[in-house]
């Protein structure tokens, strides 16, 4: 199924090589915001200065109500430490410690 949309005709980069980039981008415009932080403080209006990398943003940054959406439609799973079963184990556990413990002092 993961395989459904990928060709055998164009390979994929490696995954280090998608994570450099990635990671070289977000810098570049780490560096970028810096230097506007700069000129601002130095005096230039901020009107008067541009905002490098508005459009690498990603697409949920750009459309509030695509983001709203997304966030509704994800399902919040209940956490593991809730549930019944995670109690009942550690309920378990706790007794078992217990009566080495009371088995050890006597």
Do not use: C
Not at 56 to 76: I, M, Q, T, V
Request: proline share 6%; charged share 35%.
């Amino acid at each position: 199924m993961s395989q459904r949309h990928r060709t055998s005709e164009v390979p994929l980069p490696p995954k280090e090589e998608l994570q450099a980039h990635k990671h070289s981008e977000r810098h570049r415009i780490h560096v970028e915001l810096n230097q506007v932080a700069h000129q601002v403080s130095a005096g230039v209006e901020p009107d008067d200065v541009h905002e490098p990398g508005a459009a690498w943003k990603p697409y949920h940054h750009h459309d509030s109500e695509f983001a709203k959406n997304k966030l509704g439609k994800r399902k919040r799973r209940m956490r593991h430490w809730k549930t019944k079963m995670w109690k009942r184990r550690t309920a378990l556990r706790q007794a078992k410690a217990e009566a080495f413990r009371v088995a050890g002092e006597n």
